[in-house]
């Protein structure tokens, strides 16, 4: 029933392109830390390479992914297959974080949509692909993307979600360190100082 593969080939990488929702899981070093599996939505993922995904990780109420992945890397996404034949993907490897400060954030930016409410760009660099048969996945409808976030974003403004985001993305639920702000990357780095 399962599958292992070298890199996303063009049927693997059609079938992601198909999914409107994957999951994203990642742990603490720390075993008595907190697991997070989060589902992500939207337009938000892209295919770099055979060995390479990314997403736009937007702004939520809590921030695990990145603070997991600036300790120690590990994550897998999962995608299910809730239409057609059954199938559930995953692609497991290491990953990292890309914060609004850098410049390679400005290199990836353009390949995903322009939501407001972005925070950061999570790379993956896939080390195992493997799918399974998805058997008790049930066959769901999709009707479309539900309006709720973009009101919300658009309800905080610009200057509301940077505050939210400040007040949100700095550590996760176990107090590991996540996002850095343009001021405290300009005073660790030196960069943007005249």
Not at 150 to 173: C, D, H, M, N, P
């Amino acid at each position: 029933m399962g599958k292992s593969y070298s890199e996303i080939d063009e049927g693997l990488a059609r079938f992601i392109r198909g999914q409107s929702v994957f999951f994203v899981a990642t742990a603490p070093d720390d075993p008595e830390g907190h697991l997070n599996l989060s589902p992500k939505g939207l337009d938000t993922l892209r295919i770099l390479d055979a060995k390479a995904v990314a997403y736009l990780d937007l702004i939520g109420s809590g921030v695990e992914t990145v603070a997991h992945l600036k300790e120690n890397g590990r994550i897998v996404l999962m995608f299910c297959a809730f239409q057609g034949p059954p199938m559930v993907l995953r692609l497991h490897g290491h990953g990292r974080v890309v914060e609004p400060v850098t410049d390679e954030f400005a290199d990836l930016e353009p390949q995903f949509p322009d939501y407001e409410a972005r925070r950061a760009i999570i790379v993956v660099h896939v080390e195992r692909i493997s799918t399974s048969c998805g058997y008790a996945v049930p066959l769901l409808e999709y009707e479309g993307e539900r309006e709720q976030y973009f009101a919300w974003a658009r309800k905080k403004g610009s200057v509301g979600l940077k505050t939210y985001r400040r007040e949100k993305s700095r550590q996760s639920i176990d107090g590991l360190p996540a996002l850095e702000f343009e001021d405290e990357f300009e005073a660790r780095t030196g960069e943007g100082q005249a």
